[in-house]
């Protein structure tokens, strides 16, 4: 996060495919950010979710085998974390989207997903 704060803002990555997680994560890295994860099961996201330190969270809503990431957007929710959802379905066919959720479109490129986290953390004061 070139020009940013001192401290690094930590960045919480859920994507179930391995090679566009720990791409993602590097990409991250790259702009100057710290990388909590990547989680890449449900489970282990709702862990990271309920105890680590996590200034907005990065979300792939289908997490494969018929799970979605809204559980672990509930206990981001209940922690007043933000959330950005990275899918490729269009924002009405998912239902537990809340209208103030920000969405990025797949593929994610590095300049979007850099451009979307520096509007976060410059309107929400995170």
């Known amino acids: 996060m070139k020009n940013g704060p ?6 919480f990555l859920v994507e179930d495919e391995v090679l566009v997680a720990f791409e993602m994560a590097e990409t991250l890295r790259d702009f100057g950010f710290d990388v909590v994860g990547p989680s890449l099961r449900l489970e282990d996201g709702k862990e990271k979710a309920m105890a680590a330190e996590i200034d ?6 289908n997490l494969g085998r018929g799970t979605t990431s809204e559980p672990i957007a509930d206990i981001l929710r209940a922690r ?3 959330l950005v959802f990275m899918t490729a379905y269009d924002r009405t066919q998912i239902a537990f989207i809340h209208h103030d959720d920000a969405l ?3 593929p ?19």
């Open 6 to 11: 001192a401290i690094p803002p930590k960045v």
């Open 80 to 82: 007043n974390i933000p």
């Open 56 to 61: 907005v969270a990065l979300l792939d809503i």
């Open 104 to 106: 990025i479109r797949k």
């Open 108 to 126: 994610v490129y590095g300049p979007d997903l850099n451009s979307v986290l520096m509007k976060m953390f410059s309107t929400r004061n995170v």
